[in-house]
């Protein structure tokens, strides 16, 4: 007798997880298109009531003496030294104030 084995097994386990990919893209698809229009409408009850149209009035505010130059160094090659002493020394601090040592 000659007998053959379906190697149908492993062809329908792809199908199935073919088709529960593709329903479950579909159900995640519907939902996005059914929320979308929810969001839109709390964005538009948010204009109805005014809340996209609040501003801050910064009318007497001078910007006098504020240092906006973001790039410069706080320590020179002369100083640097030092803080770092200090910052190792208040870590050191730190460390054993909570039972820890520095390795």
Do not use: C, W
Not at 73 to 95: G, Q, S, V, W
């Amino acid at each position: 007798m000659n007998t053959q084995r379906s190697n149908t097994g492993p062809l329908v386990a792809r199908i199935v997880k073919t088709v529960v990919s593709v329903v479950l893209a579909a159900v995640i698809i519907v939902a996005m298109v059914l929320i979308n229009p929810q969001l839109s409408a709390n964005k538009l009850i948010s204009s109805l009531m005014g809340y996209n149209h609040q501003s801050v009035n910064n009318n007497g505010i001078t910007a006098d003496g504020v240092d906006a130059n973001y790039y410069t160094a706080d320590y020179t090659k002369d100083n640097i030294r030092a803080a770092e002493d200090d910052l190792y020394n208040d870590n050191a601090r730190d460390f054993a104030h909570f039972g820890l040592g520095l390795r």
